[in-house]
DNA sequence: GGCAACTTTGCAGATTCGGCAAGTTGCGGT
DNA sequence: ACCGCAACTTGCCGAATCTGCAAAGTTGCC
């Protein structure tokens, strides 16, 4: 998390992490995950594989922490918000700052077709699925907790914090699937305020 | 699917699967996670490990088929609803139906407390999260293409419909746990109405 | 009865997973 | 500046999983 504030040490690791993490990315969106071996990512990021094991128990888990890192990062910003804020407004709010943070798409492959291409292959993949749930719930854990908090409610009695945060979770994934497939493309900001609009209002259906 | 019509060869099929499954939840939950191995449950469901494999790629997948069942099963129910009754209604009622189907608990262990205990382990385990999560996942493809149709929207272009399935995903997700964990035991109809009224009023604060 | 389609199964090779012990390196106390 | 501890990396190894392939056993249908 805190990049600045930690011993050299700390950040040796965060950036083997990230370096892990990027790279098993970069050679899916490239190859496809079938022909990607824990041991190709190990030497992309300069490792060895057995160090590979030490920060994820799988591809997959590798692949995701982007993701999971960002989802943490908007619970976190939750937290900042001021308590007097309308909920969804705060929640809202939230999700672009921790949507402005993480860039999905470092270096130079920002407008890079068969990069998008590839992303939307990755992201369809079934085996990764489960992957990216499974970060955006243990992140809910951590909104829930946010949530509960700002309200006065109590996690381990009370169904609305997990509600929410599992609502919102469900949210992000749609906002991102549409961000990823949209064609032409929209905003980020105006998919966050389309579907927490929508979520606030209750869903109506609409006509 | 259909356990009625299909010929000798499909009821077999059906009842491997569900064998297979079921062995698999009843020796997690005895044992915990870590302590079986597909060899136990091919075994147990008097099959080789090979077929196991044949029905399932891994432990995590035939623990949360059932799961995974019911998931399509409210889904296939809420194709059956009235075109006219509110959406919200027309969920709940299927998410009703769907969940009376499946015993959750078969034979002798409806009562039993330290199967409770052991269904807790399991569901707590980290490793089932994203596969519970990815069973959602795969049902909500059918959820939203059921809630498009009744609302006649596009699943590809409107983020509609699958905006609506994956909160009611994780409506369900957090109903589960909670039916699950709650003390004194709650039942499900009111759980189940209580989470989609919140959702269908915007999920407001409570105070 | 007999063929065609489907399912089960054993086997083998590739890959992943996780414990263990040895080697390295950052961090803090003296 | 020096030293010892704790953390991290790594290689090695065995257990477990996954998958393709071909043989053997079943089922459905004429």
Do not use: C
Not at 14 to 39: F, K, M, P, Y
């Amino acid at each position: 998390m805190d990049t600045d504030r930690a011993g050299l040490r700390e950040r040796k690791k965060q950036e083997t992490r990230i370096a892990l993490s990027w790279a098993a990315i970069r050679l899916t969106v490239e190859r496809g995950l079938d022909n990607v071996r824990i041991e190709d990512i190990a030497a992309e990021a300069g490792v060895s594989t057995r160090t590979f094991s030490n920060y994820f128990g799988s591809k997959g888990e590798a692949i995701v922490a982007r993701h999971h890192d960002r989802a943490r990062a908007i619970a976190a910003a939750l937290r900042e918000r001021p308590a007097a804020e309308p909920i969804w407004d705060a929640i809202t709010q939230a999700a672009l700052e921790g949507f402005a943070l993480g860039q999905p798409v470092p270096q130079g492959h920002a407008a890079d077709q068969s990069w998008l291409e590839g992303l939307r292959l990755m992201v369809a993949e079934p085996a990764l699925q489960g992957e990216f749930q499974k970060a955006g719930a243990a992140a809910e854990a951590e909104f829930a907790a946010a949530i509960a908090e700002r309200t006065g409610t109590d996690v381990a009695q009370d169904v609305y914090p997990r509600l929410v945060a599992g609502v919102v979770g469900a949210a992000l994934n749609v906002v991102t699937q549409q961000w990823l497939v949209a064609e032409p493309p929209q905003s980020l900001e105006a998919l966050l305020r389309d579907v927490f609009g929508r979520l606030a209002a209750g869903l109506p259906e609409p006509h």
